[in-house]
């Protein structure tokens, strides 16, 4: 059967502030600039995920679209829209909201309920030029795409 990959994208906006704990005022400045404002800021987040694997000779999909926009809807969008990634996302909690770190929050969120395909990739714009794409962990001895 032929493999594909498909990919939904979604929007959202939320608030966070990058700050380490474990580190002093200076180092958290110099760190994360104004990204370290004490009263955060925001972006408006552009999500991609992409799915791949063998096209359903009866359906002729990877995966249903409408069914990928429904999970990501409960199980990502529902927590992180016009949210403060720092206080409101359990899924969160101690982690700091940096893009990377998000990215790996999201792909933990939706890896494993999928269902048919498996998930490829998420990539998370924070900007219209910085963006981040994970990928998962890769097996030892894995070879990469």
Request: charged share 25%; aromatic share 6%.
């Amino acid at each position: 059967m032929p493999t594909a990959r498909v990919t939904r994208r979604a929007h959202f906006s939320a608030g966070h502030r990058l700050h380490n704990p474990s580190f002093d005022d200076e180092r958290n400045r110099a760190t994360y600039g104004l990204c370290n404002r004490p009263n955060g800021h925001g972006h408006n987040y552009d999500l991609e995920v992409t799915v791949e694997g063998e096209v359903d000779p009866e359906t002729g999909f990877v995966m249903d679209l409408k069914r990928l926009k429904a999970l990501l809807g409960g199980t990502v969008l529902a927590d992180l829209d016009h949210a403060n990634l720092n206080l409101d996302v359990p899924w969160l909690d101690g982690i700091i909201p940096t893009t990377e770190n998000l990215a790996v929050a999201i792909w933990g969120q939706l890896d494993g309920q999928l269902g048919s395909g498996r998930l490829l990739s998420v990539r998370l714009w924070e900007t219209e030029r910085n963006m981040v794409e994970y990928r998962g962990e890769k097996e030892p001895g894995g070879t990469d795409d």
